[in-house]
């Protein structure tokens, strides 16, 4: 199997992460690879904000942990309550990916660009997992004002990036195939 199509297959969500930090050259890879998607246009409509303090991840974490709490849905509210939950489960390093909002298809262009770092990242053999879960976060105004977000742009999702800490290897969740038709 070539290595593009390798990468492709093998990425897992991680969920467990090793402390120590992935090098500066990998996490600039690993953003080179977000930028080079496609965008609708060419608009390029986004920006990425690296989280690598130990403090500011505390704080997220908690914040997303009592938001989650609160929430309607069953689900969130019972992940909330497990003392081991962590939304970026501990990993060293988060990118959070921000949309232009003006921009005509901006969440499918921060998409693309959010995928290709996932695939970069496999191929480094770093850990990585598309977090959702942070919109807790990104709803509160004045915490996402602590981030340094140009004017203009949309926190829309997070990747948290490390070391991959499990013992074994991931089992790739069930594929369904049966969703392509053809019209020839
Ligand atoms: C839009 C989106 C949001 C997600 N949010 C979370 C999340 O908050 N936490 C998490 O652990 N995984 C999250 N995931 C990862 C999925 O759970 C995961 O991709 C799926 O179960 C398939 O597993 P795989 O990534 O190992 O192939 C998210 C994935 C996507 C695309």
């Known amino acids: 199997?070539?290595?593009?199509?390798?990468?492709?297959?093998?990425?897992?969500?991680?969920?467990?992460?090793?402390?120590?930090?992935?090098?500066q050259e990998s996490l600039d890879l690993?953003?080179?690879?977000?930028?080079?998607?496609?965008?609708?246009?060419?608009?390029?409509?986004?920006?990425?904000?690296?989280?690598?303090?130990?403090?500011?991840?505390?704080h997220m974490n908690e914040k997303v942990?009592?938001?989650?709490?609160?929430s309607d849905i069953d689900w969130i509210q019972k992940m909330?309550?497990?003392p081991?939950?962590?939304?970026?489960?501990?990993?060293?390093?988060?990118?959070i990916v921000s949309g232009?909002?003006?921009?005509?298809?901006?969440?499918?262009?921060?998409a693309a660009a959010m995928q290709n770092m996932l695939i970069a990242a496999e191929s480094l053999n770093i850990g990585s997992?598309?977090?959702?879960?942070?919109?807790?976060f990104f709803e509160q105004e004045e915490e996402v004002s602590k981030l340094g977000i140009p004017e203009g742009y949309q926190p829309y999702y997070g990747i948290a990036l490390g070391f991959k800490a499990q013992e074994?290897?991931?089992?790739?969740?069930k594929r369904n195939l049966n969703v392509v038709n053809y019209i020839r």
């Not at 593009?4 to 969920?15: D, P, Q, T, Y």
């Not at 081991?84 to 990118?95: C, G, K, M, R, S």
């Not at 074994?168 to 969740?173: F, G």
Request: with cysteine; hydrophobic share 40%.
């Open 80 to 82: 909330s309550s497990n």
């Open 30 to 58: 690993i953003i080179e690879a977000g930028v080079y998607a496609p965008t609708a246009h060419n608009e390029q409509p986004w920006h990425f904000t690296i989280i690598q303090n130990q403090e500011m991840l505390q």
């Open 84 to 95: 081991n939950f962590q939304v970026t489960y501990n990993a060293p390093t988060l990118i």
């Open 168 to 173: 074994k290897e991931q089992i790739a969740p």
């Open 1 to 23: 199997m070539n290595e593009v199509l390798r990468a492709i297959k093998s990425r897992r969500s991680v969920r467990k992460y090793k402390t120590d930090q992935i090098s």
């Open 129 to 136: 997992v598309w977090l959702g879960l942070l919109r807790f």
């Open 100 to 110: 232009r909002k003006d921009a005509m298809a901006w969440s499918a262009d921060c």
């Open 65 to 70: 942990k009592e938001l989650m709490a609160k």
